[in-house]
């Protein structure tokens, strides 16, 4: 039987024109800014709840436990963000790019992500629960662990990325391609049944036998 085709995130490229320099006075909970570029700031322990940014350039950002609950970010580059922790529950996030970012414990429990893009960053615990992805792709990515915990995940792929664990328990997969994790070094992998729909190269299901085989109740012996 033929294989239906795997569906590749749908990532519009970003054009930023017409930028103007924003004040970091400018960022704060509920503000709605667009056209704004900000370089070399610090808003850690800055509380941003529901701040809206639309087509906004942000480098060279600081932003250690920060609270972005219900954000919006749309159409907006952020390169060089630097959190061990960052606080955005049930924020929404479209045509974004994240590129040269360390993140360390991130919580974007119930998200709304489409056309999101992560490019050369180092993520520790990325606490996706509950969220809905859709167009979603890491390149380059260096992941300590990913919470996928009942989360709707469409159009998602990994380009040369490293992953050390991976909770997917109660997730729904459709056209989630594994293929360009390195699974040699993952020592954690939550809820099995939930990769249904995610598509794996030959080398990948070997090193997840065990777990497959546990899963199934079988019996590995020689």
């Given amino acids: 039987m033929k294989q239906p085709r795997l569906a590749a995130p749908r990532i519009d490229e970003l054009r930023l024109v017409d930028l103007v320099e924003g004040d970091e006075a400018e960022l704060s909970a509920s503000q709605a800014l667009e056209g704004r570029r900000f370089t070399g700031l610090d808003l850690s322990e800055r509380d941003l709840t529901g701040l809206r940014l639309t087509e906004c350039e942000l480098r060279g950002v600081v932003a250690h436990d920060a609270r972005l609950r219900g954000s919006v970010i749309r159409e907006t580059l952020i390169e060089r963000l630097e959190a061990p922790v960052l606080h955005a529950p049930r924020a929404e996030l479209r045509d974004v790019e994240i590129s040269g970012s360390r993140l360390g414990s991130v919580e974007f429990i119930d998200n709304r992500w489409q056309s999101v893009r992560?490019?050369?960053?180092?993520?520790?615990?990325?606490?996706?629960?509950?969220?809905?992805?859709?167009?979603?792709?890491?390149?380059?990515?260096?992941?300590?662990?990913?919470?996928?915990?009942?989360?709707r995940a469409e159009r998602v792929a990994f380009d040369g990325c490293e992953l050390r664990a991976l909770a997917v328990t109660g997730a729904t997969l459709r056209d989630v391609d594994l293929r360009g994790l390195d699974f040699t070094a993952m020592s954690t992998l939550d809820g099995i049944a939930g990769l249904r729909g995610a598509t794996l190269d030959h080398m990948q299901v070997a090193l997840l036998a065990p777990s497959l085989a546990s899963h199934l109740g079988i019996r590995i012996a020689d």
């Fill in 118 to 151: 992560f490019v050369g960053c180092k993520l520790g615990f990325v606490n996706l629960r509950g969220s809905e992805l859709r167009d979603l792709r890491f390149t380059d990515c260096d992941i300590e662990e990913l919470d996928l915990g009942n989360a």
